[in-house]
């Protein structure tokens, strides 16, 4: 895997990347380059394709929730620019993910995040790697296989259930998920229940402050917004880190029992 580390992050070219990012976002199936040795083969795009489409999306706190991003567009989150584009390595390192730590990659996708963080957490951790499509999965259990990597858990989650064991989590990691998530409300409640006092939630976003970035408005989020929802869901906020060059890293911890309540 190849890693970039820069002191200071540059920023990629919006004009070279934005077609590239609107086409997958607004039609996941584009076929693209990619490094990930398990790609959506045809039986699944062809039985996808047989199914009738429904518009899930609706209105959570006045935000427009974006629709799932398709097992069919899974090259695109291993795409060769991603790396420039969202720094990975940089993300983790800022969250300074201790050995042995239980972490959930939740909305896990075919396992770009999932990968790393197992590196991470070590032979004595586990990375608990969720989705709601048994199709990104079964890409996800395919690059964990080829990459020799056996700590990572795949766990098939609904959008009302995280199925994730309670009260056993260090760290819940989102990278690009929550506007996805049809039900926000009780998705948070399953987080907070899964987390560990003390735990952090952590959401990674582009930034929906800027209009530069070149992803659809409702595949971003602002910093505001998500405070407006998480934290009447008993998230004590934390932190932004906001050194990456298109996504905010927005850091939320489940306060310890005996803490006051946030005003
Ligand atoms: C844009 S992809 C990002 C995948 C991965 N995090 C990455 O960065 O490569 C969003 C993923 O979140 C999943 N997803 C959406 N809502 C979810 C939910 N409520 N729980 C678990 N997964 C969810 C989708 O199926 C999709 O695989």
């Known amino acids: 895997m190849r890693v970039t580390h820069?002191?200071?992050?540059?920023?990629?070219?919006?004009r070279i990347t934005a077609l590239a990012a609107w086409l997958v976002l607004a039609?996941?199936?584009a076929?693209?380059?990619?490094a990930a040795p398990a790609r959506p083969d045809a039986k699944a795009k062809a039985k996808a394709k047989a199914k009738p489409r429904r518009d899930p999306r609706g209105f959570y706190m006045g935000r427009q929730i974006a629709d799932v991003?398709?097992?069919q567009g899974a090259d695109w989150?291993?795409?060769?620019t991603r790396e420039q584009e969202e720094q990975p390595?940089?993300?983790l390192d800022a969250l300074k993910i201790p050995p042995g730590a239980t972490v959930a990659d939740v909305g896990a996708g075919a396992g770009y995040t999932s990968m790393r963080l197992a590196r991470r957490v070590g032979p004595e951790g586990t990375v608990l790697a969720t989705d709601v499509q048994p199709e990104m999965l079964a890409m996800l259990a395919d690059n964990m296989k080829a990459a020799g990597i056996k700590n990572v858990r795949p766990i098939r989650a609904t959008q009302t259930d995280t199925k994730l064991p309670e009260g056993k989590v260090d760290l819940a990691l989102m990278v690009d998920v929550y506007h996805e998530a049809s039900d926000p409300?009780?998705?948070l409640k399953g987080l907070r229940k899964a987390l560990k006092p003390g735990g952090r939630l952590v959401l990674v976003e582009f930034r929906g402050e800027d209009p530069e970035v070149p992803i659809k408005p409702e595949h971003k989020m602002t910093l505001k917004q998500v405070r407006r929802e998480l934290e009447p869901?008993?998230?004590r906020f934390k932190d932004s880190l906001e050194f990456l060059p298109w996504q905010h890293i927005i850091i939320f911890e489940k306060p310890k029992a005996d803490e006051p309540k946030q005003d």
């Open 6 to 14: 820069r002191a200071r992050p540059m920023r990629p070219s919006p």
């Open 27 to 29: 039609v996941p199936v």
């Open 31 to 34: 076929a693209q380059e990619t």
């Open 69 to 71: 991003m398709s097992f």
């Open 77 to 80: 989150l291993f795409r060769n």
């Open 89 to 91: 390595e940089a993300m």
């Open 185 to 187: 409300e009780t998705l």
């Open 233 to 235: 869901q008993g998230f």
